[in-house]
């Protein structure tokens, strides 16, 4: 059976998790936390990845990160790696740590992201070490409430930005207290875990171009060729969407117009999964080259800017029920 696929790709977002070998402790004390909370930190700094969550058990860990440059492996080996190390100095001990390579699971961002936070927040409760996420000391739980400080290096915000309400914090927690939902149970609930997280259109767009025979060992519920939205269909929903012809979309500058310009490259890209080449080709006065830094700008409108991520939620919906009806 082939090793599971490593997928790795500018600002993707996982759910990494890794355990000792034959379940065995990797944290024995506090201070193994603390140290590998410290590489962590370093983790950030060397190879610019981003912290949004995580929770350290007595025998595996949980984080979620995204990766602006697409080296989670780099940074994997790099963590796993020198806390390994550290580790077995600290108990004299030596030989592998880890069970193996660590599981990343890609997951969708903007459908995705709170529940994947919320299991990784509720792993203490489910394994009966407390009642309340917020009495388990070893978690970002505590920071996302503000009932202790924020370190530098976690970032709390696009998670909070997604929950709806006055007080996001109090949001959060009642979001929390609801528990994990059944999708995500069953998801985690597998022998195998599937390498990837969200709707089967953003599966589809991962596994598109892949060879038959990973299909399986990243995803087993996938074996299917899924056809993803075409170019027309972006275009044609979100004309509808914002009552604009095409060429009014592609040729908008400012505005509402540059807006629904935006969103079409930026769907093009998320949905469809057009390289640059193919989604400058709609627009007769982009190149290639200038997609790169359009998507770099709706990304961070992704992350920050609440219409943007509004209007990205309802368009994504409308290509899906659309496309699920061809």
């Not at 390579?101 to 203490?124: D, F, G, M, T």
Request: proline content about 3%; glycine content about 4%.
């Amino acid at each position: 059976m082939p090793r599971p696929l490593r997928i790795e790709y500018e600002n993707a977002w996982y759910h990494v998790m890794n355990r000792g070998i034959n379940h065995q402790t990797i944290f024995s004390s506090d201070s193994h936390r603390e140290l590998f909370l410290s590489l962590l930190e370093d983790t950030t700094k060397q190879y610019n990845l981003e912290i949004h969550a995580y929770c350290l058990m007595t025998n595996h860990y949980h984080i979620l990160v995204r990766t602006p440059l697409a080296n989670l492996s780099r940074c994997m080996r790099h963590l796993d790696g020198v806390y390994t190390q550290r580790y077995n100095h600290s108990v004299k001990r030596d030989g592998p740590l880890f069970r193996g390579r660590y599981k990343a699971i890609i997951v969708e961002e903007n459908s995705y992201l709170l529940l994947v936070s919320r299991y990784i927040h509720l792993n203490p409760v489910a394994a009966k070490i407390c009642n309340e996420p917020h009495h388990y000391k070893w978690s970002s739980y505590l920071a996302y409430l503000n009932l202790e400080s924020r370190p530098s290096w976690l970032q709390c915000g696009v998670i909070l930005n997604q929950i709806h309400g006055r007080n996001s914090r109090e949001s959060y927690l009642l979001f929390t207290s609801q528990g994990i939902d059944q999708e995500i149970k069953n998801f985690y609930g597998r022998k195998q875990l599937a390498s990837i997280l969200g709707s089967e259109i953003f599966i589809a767009s991962h596994l598109n171009n892949l060879d038959k025979k990973y299909v399986c060992a990243v995803a087993t519920d996938v074996n299917r060729t899924i056809i993803l939205p075409t170019a027309d269909r972006i275009f044609n929903c979100i004309s509808e969407y914002f009552s604009m012809t095409k060429n009014e979309i592609t040729e908008s500058q400012q505005g509402k117009k540059n807006l629904a310009k935006l969103l079409v490259i930026y769907l093009l890209r998320r949905v469809s999964y057009l390289t640059h080449t193919e989604i400058a080709s709609h627009f007769d006065k982009l190149q290639p080259a200038s997609i790169a830094p359009v998507l770099s700008r709706c990304n961070k409108m992704a992350q920050t800017d609440e219409t943007f991520i509004k209007h990205v939620n309802q368009l994504s919906l409308i290509v899906a029920r659309q496309h699920s009806q061809c």
